[in-house]
């Protein structure tokens, strides 16, 4: 059993920054890549970024070079750095255990992004 506890999301302005941070408590066995999610209003929820337990990483083109997923292993901690913010980008964003998708995978709760003037 492991648990993802988010914090860093809220309110930002179009261009502005936000870092999320997700932290795993529980068992860690489970834990090798994680990834972050996001699903706006009326739409599927569709990776962000991924990153593997060695640091490499995966980005969806709408994102790349303004998120930036990073992780501290000994924190247990993943973090996705937000930068150049956009509305589009408003969604509630979740952490996950795993490269991709499966039963086994754990989810954040989900914290709200809301980038608007």
């Known amino acids: 059993q492991v648990q993802l506890v988010e914090s860093g999301g809220g309110l930002v302005q179009p261009g502005g920054s936000l870092r999320l941070s997700c932290a795993a408590s529980?068992?860690?066995?489970?834990?090798?890549?994680m990834g972050w999610y996001r699903q706006a209003p009326g739409k599927q929820r569709e990776l962000v970024a991924r990153?593997?337990?060695?640091?490499?990483?995966d980005y969806a083109d709408s994102v790349k070079g303004r998120f930036t997923i990073s992780r501290d292993n000994a924190k247990n901690t993943v973090y996705l750095q937000m930068n150049s913010l956009k509305p589009e980008d408003t969604a509630v964003y979740y952490c996950?255990?795993?490269?991709?998708?499966?039963?086994?995978?754990?989810w954040g709760q989900g914290t709200q992004v809301t980038v608007s003037s």
């Open positions: 996950k255990t795993g490269w991709g998708t499966s039963l086994g995978d754990y």
């Open positions: 990153i593997t337990r060695g640091g490499g990483t």
């Open positions: 529980g068992s860690a066995l489970s834990i090798n890549a």
